[in-house]
């Protein structure tokens, strides 16, 4: 969670399963940039419901996998 990653130094451990969650990530956001052609679209997006989520927004569900997915 963002107060999570708040809490952390930089030697903080994350572990595997932070790590591997952090790269789906960077992938996710890979995608969404090539996708819309660049960050702040992309930052657009992320940020604006979205009827296909239940009027959610997208950022807010990448707090786990399933929603990175």
Do not use: C, H
Request: proline share 7%; charged share 15%; hydrophobic share 35%.
């Amino acid at each position: 969670s963002p107060s999570t990653v708040s809490r952390w130094t930089a030697v903080s451990p994350i572990g595997t399963p932070g790590s591997y969650q952090f790269f789906k990530i960077d992938e996710a956001i890979k995608k969404g940039v090539g996708y819309f052609g660049n960050p702040s679209r992309l930052k657009s997006w992320l940020n604006s419901s979205n009827l296909a989520l239940g009027q959610a927004r997208p950022a807010d569900l990448m707090v786990s996998l399933t929603g990175i997915e």
